[in-house]
């Protein structure tokens, strides 16, 4: 056993018991083996009848009861290893020494000492979770601060090694909060509810958390309690370092639609007020940020799912683990992709997003993000002659204001995205031959005069030479207007986060947030003015001078894909 030859040593148990017959000396020698070679059942099940054997000593106790306590351990039960060495009615010097290891590894492995107020609430959770049939033997929480915890493993994973399984018993869905007594009432009101399933398991998580008795109350008991990195709780000065940021606008919408739905709920079903508006907002904020999208028996879901929703995310880390809900186990269960090292923290992937919206909606954002963007809202001009032939092409009522846009700087991920925008204001700056946008709106139109309010879609490549022109200076002259919105400049943003200057974790995020944006609309500037300054050029003189000298720029897909096969398709038609 101690040249980790267990296989060899097992079978020789094996003989010595049939030979022999059965001693405590060999049974604790087979579950050794069993649980050096990952059997833990078979090492528990031999160390329990070793230690009812006859020929029990005391020192083979001893051994025995520091075994169990490295089986309990090595399955992640760490509380119930030590209570275990401490609750053994004699303490020789080695169950006295492995109490004092324990408990440090303990805290090593926790992120806080053994018997921490804390860390009482995480372990009544985790005893509740494997007593109700969860499975997580080789995986554990730590936790790293106030309401920041992880998920680390317990060993090495291998790739197809399932790590998680969460049966639907303990799983939060929509229709749990429907059937409490306020969701039914609500459900059976007359409300238009958006997202109605966040709604519903917000007022399951409030129903749960003024019931002291609630069966989910391990559950409460650890959920996060603090929303303060999420921008629509930030102070007024930390929401000040926002300023010029569509960020701004985004915390005053949302707040603004979650006080009416709360203000409507209220309406609706008045017990609804035993919530405060404040209880509110901050449980839907964590309810955004914790669920998971499934598909379960062919219906798709949202759910939260008790420790999963621990699993923190790593830009890197994409396609290293992999959830989903297993029909036919009825559970939620996860997987390791390719191999996870023993100690390493369990990472999602939430996705390729830009910054300010993990920020928004997770609380948190990525440093070195390769998929900024910035919001730009579209408006038709007001003296526009024909803004309501526009307007009625993409079947909305005469209205300035057109729709909000994301324009990402990594062009080549997001051409489609990029790519719409372009398209609505090449139809806003449009002086004529409207008909020239019918064959690109979806549904199609029959005449651009005489079209139903049916919401069309536009995607359309250039349509003319001074169309593209227009497009781009109106394109410049948005994105000059957002930058001076900023009271400080790109530079100063990039200096201070270089300085080491001591900020706070939100101060942080704002000057990245902002300084992503900044840099959005500086190269949406650049993009422009190389754009203009193509089209004065032969089609061939602007390929030469675009692939010298301006190939490897952020927007390159637009004159590689749009811009430089329109000029050399056009000039050289009508040079």
């Known amino acids: 056993i101690e040249q980790e030859k267990c296989e060899e040593a097992n079978v020789l148990c094996n003989k010595e018991i049939i030979a022999k017959g059965k001693s405590s000396i060999l049974l604790y020698y087979r579950s050794m083996c069993s649980f050096k070679l990952g059997r833990n059942k078979e090492a528990l099940f031999d160390l329990e009848a070793a230690l009812k054997h006859p020929s029990l000593d005391e020192d083979t106790k001893t051994k025995l009861v520091i075994h169990k306590a490295d089986i ?9 290893a030590i209570e275990h060495l401490e609750t053994s009615p004699n303490k020789p010097a080695p169950i006295i020494t ?21 860390m009482e609430k995480i372990e009544v959770f985790l005893k509740w979770m494997r007593d109700n049939g969860a499975i997580f033997d080789k995986i554990r929480m730590r936790y790293y601060g106030l309401d920041y915890r992880g998920v680390h493993t317990l060993k090495d994973l291998s790739p197809q090694e399932l790590f998680l399984y969460v049966p639907q018993k303990l799983i939060i869905s929509s229709a749990l909060g429907q059937s409490t007594p306020i969701g039914e009432k609500i459900r059976n009101s007359s409300l238009e509810l958006n997202w109605d399933y966040l709604v519903y ?5 409030l129903t749960q958390f003024h019931d002291p008795k609630s069966w989910w109350k391990p559950y409460m008991d650890v959920y996060p309690k603090s929303v303060d990195t999420f921008p629509i709780f930030y102070t007024a000065e930390e929401k000040k370092m926002l300023t010029g940021s569509p960020m701004l606008t985004h915390i005053d919408e949302e707040i603004e639609e979650m006080k009416d739905e709360y203000e409507s709920i209220v309406s609706a079903v008045p017990e609804f007020a035993q919530f405060s508006l404040d209880e509110y907002i901050k449980n839907k904020t964590l309810v955004i940020s914790r669920i998971f999208y499934v598909r379960v028996h062919g219906a798709s879901e949202r759910i939260m799912v008790p420790l999963a929703d621990m699993f923190n995310h790593h830009y890197e880390r994409l396609g290293e683990t992999h ?12 997987t390791a992709q390719k191999l996870i090292h023993k100690g390493d923290p369990i990472c999602e992937h939430y996705g390729r997003k830009p910054n300010y919206r993990f920020l928004f909606y ?22 526009d002659p024909n803004i309501v032939v526009k307007s009625n092409m993409l079947g909305k009522e005469q209205d300035s204001y057109l729709r909000a846009f994301k324009f990402f700087e990594n062009y080549d991920e997001n ?16 002086k004529d031959k409207l008909e020239d946008f019918a064959p690109y709106l979806v549904p199609p139109i029959v005449s651009p005069k005489s079209c139903s309010f049916l919401k069309r879609k536009l995607t359309c490549p250039p349509i003319s030479l001074q169309n593209e ?3 781009l200076v109106k394109l410049k002259f948005i994105a000059e207007k957002c930058l001076k919105k900023y009271p400080e400049p790109y530079a100063a943003d990039v200096e201070t986060l270089k300085s080491g200057k001591p900020l706070t974790f939100n101060q942080r995020n704002c000057l990245v947030v902002r300084s992503n944006e900044k840099k959005v609309l500086m190269d949406i500037i650049d993009m422009c003015n190389l754009g203009m300054e193509l089209m004065k050029m032969a089609p061939s003189a602007a390929q030469t001078h675009f692939d010298t000298s301006e190939k490897d720029m952020p927007y390159a897909l637009y004159f590689t894909k749009s ?13």
């Open 72 to 80: 309990l351990w090595e399955k992640g039960q760490f509380k119930e």
């Open 98 to 118: 492995k109490i004092g290891e324990l408990k440090l590894a303990y805290e090593k492995q926790c992120g806080l000492a053994y018997g921490h107020e804390t």
């Open 201 to 205: 398991i917000t007022v399951f998580l």
């Open 323 to 334: 959830w989903t809900y297993d029909d036919k186990e009825d559970a939620f269960i996860t």
């Open 362 to 383: 997770y609380g948190f954002l990525i440093e070195e993000n390769d998929q900024n963007a910035v919001y730009i809202k579209l408006y038709f001009n007001e003296m």
């Open 415 to 430: 051409q489609s995205t990029n790519d719409k925008m372009l398209s609505y204001l090449r139809l806003i700056v449009a």
């Open 469 to 471: 022109e227009d497009m």
């Open 563 to 575: 811009l430089l096969p329109f000029l050399h398709r056009v000039k050289q038609c009508y040079p």
